[in-house]
């Protein structure tokens, strides 16, 4: 379960570093649950790769561009090349995952891919939801399903492919065609203005950083980032750097025997009780009850 990771890995623009897959095979199967990640969540990241998730057991909200989507037991979603998404759970909740190139399809430039497999990553939206009430979603969710059982067969590569086809067929057949380009590159703009501004708070974090500090990063106004930040990360700026400055904290605590006092003041903090009240209400454990405590959490 979670193939030995318990926290993404991403680059300074949230670029996932783990490769999926390899040149010569470029799909990766996973078997996750999102509970055993770092903080129950598994973080805002984007691949070139597309991904389809299926919730096996429990629930979660799954944060999408700027789309937020609870799903159960039974559903999936489709998520596209590029778009920056996180899970986060309140429970065990068990999610098989695919992550893989449409040129497994086909190779790029051919007509089959120009035709079938270009359309559907370029058609308008992050991601879509398949529900078991919708008889097409319904039968992609079965292909799905059958694609994760091939991984166990001799011939999985074989049995992958023999899956993957119909699926695309039925995301090719029924996914919404790109109508609104404008709308679509306001999107890209909209998603590489945040990684900007996330790339600012994760390397200035330490230093006295306002909100107007985080806007000018991009730049944009103070009330364009506030609106940007609530709109695809459901959060503020400052609310994000605060998290932020916790959660190095938390590592700092774990890995040193700095002093609380030292360690509130290398990560940002310039008040104390401030700083102990949010750790807090983080983490559940104060500083030091995490410090004693937290290591293994």
Known sequence: MNNGYTRILTDGAFRETVRHGSGDYPFQYYLEDIWLFDF?????????????????????DFFVGSGSYHLKAGTGIFINSQALHRFQAEESTVIPNIVFSPALLAPEGSLVYEKYIRPVPDFAGDCLVLSPDIPWQSRALSELLAVFAAQDEECRELETLQHLFPLWKLLYENAPRAGDRSREKASVRAQAQLQIMLQFIHSNYSKHVT?????????????????????????????????????????????????????????????LGYFCRQFKELFGFAPGEYRRNGRKI
């Open 211 to 271: 909100l107007e500090d985080i806007a000018q990063a991009v730049p944009i106004s103070k009330s364009g980032a506030l609106n940007l930040f609530r709109r695809v990360l459901h959060t503020s700026p400052v609310r994000c750097l605060v998290d932020y400055r916790l959660k190095q904290a938390a590592k700092l605590l774990a890995a040193t025997d700095a002093s609380v006092s030292v360690i509130a003041r290398e990560v940002g903090f310039e008040n």
């Open 40 to 60: 129950h969540c598994i973080d805002w990241h984007w691949h070139p790769e597309v991904e389809l998730v299926y919730v096996e057991t429990g629930h979660a």
